[in-house]
């Protein structure tokens, strides 16, 4: 954990409020035999693309979009097959993210690229890192176990979660209670932002590579893992397991912060992946 960015943070418990997007194309990309809605600020900047959670869309980068353009990025969100504007994966074929993210790059003509990932867009992160570690610059990856399937990591992630869990409304389980209490009208923003995104539709989609433990120790790619400190998927004691296995890893604990760091603590969020993407470019 860098205490010092850590400590640097401002008060938590003020609302920030959510900064005018930059001029960004949108369309949707055929990717064969089905489609993906994106966006895309364009630019001669290094490419960085930006994987939603399982409760967001290429909507929910409200906080990141202006400010990592700014900073000089081609920043690209694309909701994955099952959300918002793109088509559902089918039954009887339904892929996998980190395949179709593949199409998509392609598509765009990017070369080696940056990617983050949150939460379940995590997964897909590190499923596509595994698969196509020469494409990227660095991986980031918040709130979210690597998509461990296997082995001690699995089995402590599984331990924690209730039986009741799917019963919880979402936003309780993934928004921090510092946030929620300090901020109802962001809760709401975030809420509607879900709703939109159309959760739920469509076949589940599958992960290429199985990850263990071991598997985590052939990732290369430069790697910076973050999560909340009351984040109840991912608490810092997985992420610390995962850290471990993960050569020259870096790890960022949020303070008074739930699943969604983006989101929750935005300034903090940004600042800590700006630098870690500053060293880690071509």
Not at 125 to 137: K, N, V
């Amino acid at each position: 954990m860098n205490n010092k960015l850590s400590a640097a943070q401002d008060d938590p418990l003020v609302p920030q409020p959510i900064p005018e997007q930059v001029a960004a194309r949108e369309g949707m990309a055929k990717l064969g035999d089905f489609s993906v809605g994106y966006w895309d600020t364009g630019g001669t900047g290094e490419p960085l693309v930006l994987l939603h959670p399982a409760s967001g869309s290429a909507l929910v980068w409200l906080y990141q979009q202006p400010v990592f353009a700014k900073a000089g990025y081609r920043v690209i969100a694309h909701s994955r097959r099952n959300y918002y504007n793109s088509d559902s994966a089918p039954a009887d074929n339904p892929g996998s993210g980190s395949a179709d993210l593949q199409r998509l790059v392609d598509y765009l003509k990017l070369d080696k690229f940056h990617l983050l990932g949150s939460a379940a867009g995590g997964s897909v992160a590190a499923d596509y890192a595994l698969s196509y570690p020469e494409r990227l610059l660095s991986l980031t990856i918040s709130s979210n176990n690597l998509a461990a399937a296997q082995g001690y990591i699995a089995e402590a992630a599984a331990s924690i979660k209730l039986a009741e869990w799917d019963e919880l409304p979402r936003w309780f389980r993934e928004i921090g209670p510092s946030y929620r209490a300090a901020n109802p009208a962001g809760v709401a923003k975030w809420d509607e932002l879900n709703r939109i995104s159309e959760t739920g539709r469509g076949a589940r989609q599958k992960f290429v590579n199985v990850v263990t433990p071991a598997k985590l120790a052939s990732l290369r790619v430069p790697t910076l893992l973050i999560t909340g400190a009351a984040d109840m998927f991912t608490p810092p004691s997985i992420m610390r397991l995962i850290a471990r296995h993960i050569p020259n890893a870096e790890m960022i604990v949020v303070p008074e912060c739930g699943h969604s760091p983006y989101w929750e603590e935005p300034e903090l969020f940004n600042r800590v992946v700006l630098d870690f993407l500053g060293r880690n470019s071509k």
